[in-house]
């Protein structure tokens, strides 16, 4: 079965700081990749899909996430921070072709935005 | 589109009450998924249909904990009877296919005194 590693329970950042979070992947095949947003009181909310093609994807709010296949990685970028980018990350991981339906989630990062 | 409802956003209950919470997915989306995110355990998946049909309830904890779909606009997770460890937020979520993304309602959080 597909799993999903987020090494980082928690990272600060300063505010415009450069932002990269890490996701590792269990698959014997290229997955589904995404990453997901949950602000305080919030549901998830979808940043980024990766299924096939271009390996740097671009979602919403100014992230990024880069498909690394040799180091089964899915990191999420972000070039400069916002107070508001403070919240938890989720990447998440899909079986293509699998009739199951269900999405292999991460334990999760947590952002907090120094000012 | 409205995105994925569910109702209530927050319910207080006294053990042994029987709680009923209640999602609507996006339209023409036939897959539905039911979470619980709790600080212990993060994000679980309980169950999840297809075409209303469950197709693994492996993660619903007990019997105690049921869900049904009876149709392609309405599903609910019912607890009979509460107890304090079900509190916690329970998502819905739902896709349009197999592995594809999913999208979140606003959840419901529960507390169970």
């Known amino acids: 079965a597909q799993s999903v590693t987020q090494p980082d329970i928690h990272i600060t950042v300063s505010e415009g700081a450069s932002l990269e979070l890490r996701c590792n992947y269990s698959y014997g095949a290229t997955p589904y990749l995404f990453w997901y947003v949950q602000s305080p009181g919030q549901g998830l909310q979808l940043l980024l899909k990766y299924f096939s093609g271009d390996t740097l994807v671009q979602g919403i709010k100014g992230f990024e996430a880069e498909f690394k296949r040799s180091q089964s990685s899915f990191n999420l970028r972000k070039p400069s921070v916002h107070w508001s980018d403070a919240a938890e990350y989720f990447c998440?991981?899909?079986?293509?072709?699998?009739?199951?339906?269900?999405?292999?989630f991460g334990r999760g990062t947590q952002l907090t935005v120094w000012p | 589109d409205a995105g994925v409802i569910q109702s209530p956003r927050h319910e207080v209950t006294e053990m042994g009450q029987e709680v009923t919470l209640r999602c609507k997915p996006i339209?023409?989306?036939?897959?539905l998924f039911w979470y619980r995110q709790t600080m212990m355990r993060g994000l679980e998946l309980l169950i999840y249909f297809n075409n209303n049909v469950p197709i693994d309830d492996s993660g619903m904890p007990e019997d105690r904990f049921s869900a049904k779909m009876p149709n392609a606009s309405f599903s609910t997770l019912k607890i009979q009877p509460s107890e304090p460890r079900d509190s916690a937020v329970y998502f819905c979520?739902?896709?349009?296919?197999?592995?594809?993304?999913?999208?979140f309602g606003a959840g419901t959080r529960l507390s169970v005194l």
């Open positions: 998440a991981v899909g079986a293509p072709g699998s009739t199951l339906g269900r999405l292999y």
């Open positions: 339209s023409g989306h036939d897959y």
């Open positions: 979520a739902s896709s349009s296919g197999p592995s594809a993304a999913q999208y």
